[in-house]
């Protein structure tokens, strides 16, 4: 028979004092409230509280994927380095991959993701088209070498992932699976009462053309969202093409001007009393392949590392010795008269513009009324799309001006394509017995990092404030002097009559002055407090408090059994 849960009884230790390494609200509550436990950089125990969220959120994942008709399975975690040879990513993954060799000299990784440990599984076996579309799907620890482990839950060495693979006859088919996935993550957010942005996203190590991110909205987040809220559009910054609102120079004759000083873009446009975004900047590089090259930019806008990788390959900013290697002038470089072998590469923002102010190859000058076309060449240039979308850029749907924000991000979904059945040959034979490949999608939610985001987006001074949906527990009970043969019965029977009514209750049964009892409720976040007092039990009621805000109502003892099980059975997932 279902009982409550005593506190005296529960391992949850809470801190006093806020952890000198917790830099994030989600860290630093979680560790505070007894939930989490670091036993390494990057690896977290998950205590009790917080592991019945975990699961809570797993349930609702699961519930989602079995609604779409996605399977769930299980692969093993150590994943055989041949298979990420056949891909072509044990090299491409990059030290973030964790490797391991056994007695017998085999190379293994511990899994981040598992499209080739899925991809080698379905091979063997889904052989013809009569057996598609298959989604299979698990949720299981994932492993990632991070630099800097950091920010508790949101950046660790070992984290908990659901993820899930799709394979389809055709691209069409491709596509359901895909948009079928994107929908269960959305309603997967607003279950677990996350306020998440569809986010059009770079597709990084996992490959493909199409990808989407699920963006938390937090000012804790580490990724950069532009935002439309006229048209709902959302990229995050490495994905965003957002055309630019451009200033543009004076309309004249070349001129060589002398701008002592004048090092920078801020500098410049100080001088000349012009907007930044008039200017333009140029960034020295060396491309992948070794070759100098100087890309022309807005001057009010920043290269993103992201986009500049997929322009440049592994790209690095020219060094003081490689600027005076190669004949240019930090902070004084223009297109007119670059140094033989330089290349010049214009960002796409740039093509509609005719009169620039720029530099002019010689410490201390720029040159102002300058023309493309007329004063430097850019009709065979190379054109690439690097910069950073930023507040006030244009919508690229609607026109409007963009907004930014900071997010999180909790799930993605990818259309891979043939990117990992070409390179492993998985084929199956169509009805005219043709072989083709398969065409696949693999999605991914961060559980842990998904708990993270909700104390992120659900907290207060006083520490959490979880929705019903994902709570430890739904109720907590707090008799504030449980040796008083008058309090202590009124707070077992609403305890014992909520359990009957199916909620999930925690009776705060220690020996503990009140003050103590209020604050630790508090910390931990359960969504609703029931405080029973001798002051208020002699009238007949006791004290109902809302956690998420505050409200505070005297209810009757006997009806608070029914009033409280509707409220939480309305707030569920």
Not at 102 to 128: C, I, K, N, Y
Not at 256 to 285: D, M, N, Q, Y
Request: glycine share 10%.
């Amino acid at each position: 028979m279902k009982t409550y849960a005593r506190m005296t009884g529960l391992y949850a230790p809470t801190l006093k004092e806020d952890p000198a390494e917790a830099e994030l609200a989600s860290h630093r509550l979680l560790l505070r409230a007894g939930m989490i436990r670091r036993s390494a950089s990057g690896l977290y125990s998950y205590l009790p509280l917080a592991w019945r969220s975990l699961l809570k959120i797993e349930a609702i994942i699961r519930d989602e994927m079995e609604g779409i008709g996605a399977q769930e399975m299980l692969v093993p975690i150590l994943t055989d380095g041949e298979l990420w040879r056949q891909s072509g990513r044990w090299s491409a993954y990059g030290p973030e991959l964790m490797r391991l060799t056994d007695r017998h000299e085999r190379e293994f990784a511990l899994g981040p993701t598992h499209e080739e440990s899925f991809t080698d599984l379905v091979r063997h076996e889904l052989r013809s088209y009569k057996q598609l579309p298959v989604t299979l799907y698990q949720i299981q620890d994932k492993f990632r070498d991070e630099l800097r482990p950091r920010f508790g839950l949101m950046r660790g060495r070992e984290f908990i992932m659901k993820d899930a693979y799709s394979f389809d006859a055709d691209v069409e088919g491709m596509q359901r699976s895909y948009n079928d996935e994107k929908g269960a993550y959305a309603r997967i957010c607003e279950r677990v009462r996350l306020r998440a942005l569809p986010v059009a996203a770079d597709s990084g190590q996992i490959g493909g053309d199409t990808s989407v991110e699920f963006m938390a909205l937090a000012d804790a987040g580490e990724a950069e969202i532009a935002y439309c809220d006229e048209c709902g559009f959302a990229a995050d910054t490495e994905a965003a093409a957002a055309p630019v609102q451009l200033e543009e120079g004076e309309r004249g004759e070349l001129q060589k001007l002398e701008t002592p000083g004048c090092g920078t873009i801020a500098e410049l446009a100080a001088f000349l009393h012009v907007p930044e975004s008039a200017t333009r900047k140029a960034l020295a590089l060396v491309d992948g392949d070794g070759s100098p090259a100087v890309c022309f930019v807005p001057g009010d806008h920043d290269m993103n590392d992201v986009k500049a990788e997929h322009a440049f390959g592994a790209y690095h900013m020219m060094t003081e010795e490689e600027l005076a290697q190669f004949g240019l002038v930090k902070g004084f470089i223009g297109p007119i008269g670059l140094p033989e072998g330089v290349r010049a590469c214009f960002d796409v923002s740039l093509r509609d513009s005719q009169w620039w102010i720029i530099g002019a190859n010689e410490e201390g000058f720029h040159c102002v009324h300058a023309k493309p076309g007329r004063d430097f060449q850019i009709a065979d240039a190379e054109w690439v799309d690097v910069i950073s979308a930023k507040a006030g850029d244009l919508c690229p749907k609607c026109g409007k001006p963009l907004s930014m924000a900071r997010g999180i991000e909790v799930g993605q979904v990818f259309q891979l394509g043939t990117k990992y059945s070409e390179s492993m040959g998985a084929t199956y034979t169509d009805p005219d017995g043709t072989e083709r490949l398969l065409q696949m999608g693999c999605y991914g939610i961060g559980v842990s990092r998904m708990l993270a985001a909700v104390v992120e987006q659900h907290h207060d001074e006083h520490g959490i404030s979880f929705p019903v949906a994902v709570a430890p527990y739904e109720v907590e009970v707090v008799p504030l002097d449980v040796c008083d043969d008058v309090v202590w019965p009124v707070a077992d029977r609403i305890a014992a009559g909520l359990v009957e009514r199916g909620v999930e209750v925690v009776v705060d049964d220690r020996k503990e002055r009140p003050g103590v009892k209020f604050a630790d409720a508090d910390l931990m976040g359960f969504p609703y407090q029931v405080v029973c007092g001798k002051k208020a039990i002699k009238n007949g009621n006791v004290e109902l408090k809302v956690r998420a805000t505050g409200e505070r109502t005297e209810v009757h003892i006997d009806e608070v059994a029914s009033v409280l099980s509707a409220r939480v059975a309305s707030e569920r997932a």
